[in-house]
C-alpha cells in the first residue's frame, strides 16, 4: 500500500465499517516498515481491497482486511488473505491471529477455509456496535502441511486473481 492508494482504499474502508480507521491511521501504519505489511488489490488501476498485517516475531495479527462491496465474493478476500500469510510467513512469523465480529460469519467462513480457529472472545471489543470479537487463531503456517494447503487454496483461485 502506497500513499497514493490512500483516497480508494478509504472510499471502501469508510462503506464497510461503523468506525473507519482515519487516514492518519493508515499513514502510520504504512510508515512502519519494519514489521508491517499492507496489500492492496487493483483491477485496473481501480482499488477494489486491501489489507494489513502486523508481526511480532513468531506471532503475526491481521490488522484489516476490506473488499470492496461491489466486488465482494470475487476470491478477493482469499487473495489477500493468502499474501498476507505469506508475507507472515516470510518474516519468520509460526502463527496468525485476529479479530471478528461474532456476527461476521462470511468473514469467518473465510478465515476458516485458511485454518483459523475460534480460541477466545474479548467482550465488547467493538463498543460502536457494542459486539464481541471472536479471536481467532492458526498455527505452524510456516509447515509444509500449511503450506501445501496454502498452494491448494491458490489453485481455487479464478484466472486474474490467482497468485
Ligand atoms: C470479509 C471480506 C474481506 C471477504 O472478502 P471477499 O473477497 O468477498 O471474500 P471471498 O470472495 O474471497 O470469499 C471466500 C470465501 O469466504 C466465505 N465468505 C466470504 N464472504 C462471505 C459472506 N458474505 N457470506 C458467507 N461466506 C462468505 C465463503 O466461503 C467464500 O467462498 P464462496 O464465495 O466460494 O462461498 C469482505 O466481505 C469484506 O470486506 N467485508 C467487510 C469488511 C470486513 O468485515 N472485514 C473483516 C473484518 S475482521
Same mark, same amino acid.
Given at each position: 500500500?502506497?500513499?497514493?492508494?490512500?483516497?480508494?482504499?478509504?472510499?471502501?474502508?469508510?462503506?464497510?465499517?461503523?468506525?473507519?480507521?482515519?487516514?492518519?491511521?493508515?499513514?502510520? *501504519?504504512?510508515?512502519?516498515?519494519?514489521?508491517?505489511?499492507? !496489500?492492496?488489490?487493483?483491477?485496473?488501476?481501480?482499488?477494489?481491497?486491501?489489507?494489513?498485517?502486523?508481526?511480532?516475531?513468531? *506471532? +503475526?495479527?491481521?490488522? %484489516?482486511?476490506?473488499?470492496?462491496? *461491489?466486488?465482494?465474493? %470475487?476470491?478477493?478476500?482469499?487473495?489477500?488473505?493468502?499474501?498476507?500469510?505469506? %508475507? +507472515?510467513?516470510?518474516?519468520?512469523?509460526?502463527?496468525?491471529?485476529?479479530?471478528?465480529?461474532?456476527?461476521?460469519?462470511?468473514?469467518?467462513?473465510?478465515?476458516?477455509?485458511?485454518?483459523?480457529?475460534?480460541?477466545?472472545?474479548?467482550? %465488547?471489543?467493538?463498543? *460502536?456496535?457494542?459486539?464481541?470479537?471472536?479471536?481467532?487463531?492458526?498455527?505452524?503456517?510456516?509447515?509444509?502441511?500449511?503450506?501445501?494447503? !496454502?498452494?491448494? !487454496?491458490?489453485?481455487?483461485?479464478?484466472?486474474?486473481?490467482?497468485?
Amino acid at each position: 500500500m502506497r500513499r497514493r492508494h490512500l483516497r480508494g482504499v478509504m472510499a471502501i474502508e469508510r462503506q464497510v465499517y461503523p468506525r473507519p480507521w482515519s487516514p492518519n491511521l493508515f499513514l502510520s *501504519e504504512m510508515a512502519e516498515t519494519r514489521n508491517r505489511c499492507y !496489500l492492496v488489490a487493483r483491477i485496473d488501476k481501480e482499488i477494489v481491497g486491501y489489507g494489513g498485517l502486523i508481526c511480532y516475531g513468531e *506471532e +503475526a495479527h491481521v490488522t %484489516n482486511i476490506a473488499v470492496d462491496p *461491489e466486488h465482494q465474493r %470475487n476470491k478477493i478476500g482469499m487473495r489477500l488473505l493468502h499474501d498476507l500469510i505469506q %508475507n +507472515a510467513v516470510a518474516e519468520g512469523a509460526q502463527a496468525v491471529s485476529l479479530e471478528v465480529r461474532v456476527s461476521n460469519y462470511g468473514a469467518q467462513r473465510l478465515y476458516g477455509k485458511f485454518g483459523f480457529r475460534p480460541v477466545g472472545v474479548r467482550k %465488547n471489543y467493538y463498543q *460502536e456496535v457494542n459486539e464481541d470479537a471472536l479471536v481467532m487463531w492458526v498455527d505452524d503456517v510456516n509447515g509444509a502441511e500449511y503450506q501445501k494447503r !496454502l498452494r491448494g !487454496l491458490a489453485e481455487q483461485l479464478p484466472d486474474g486473481v490467482r497468485p
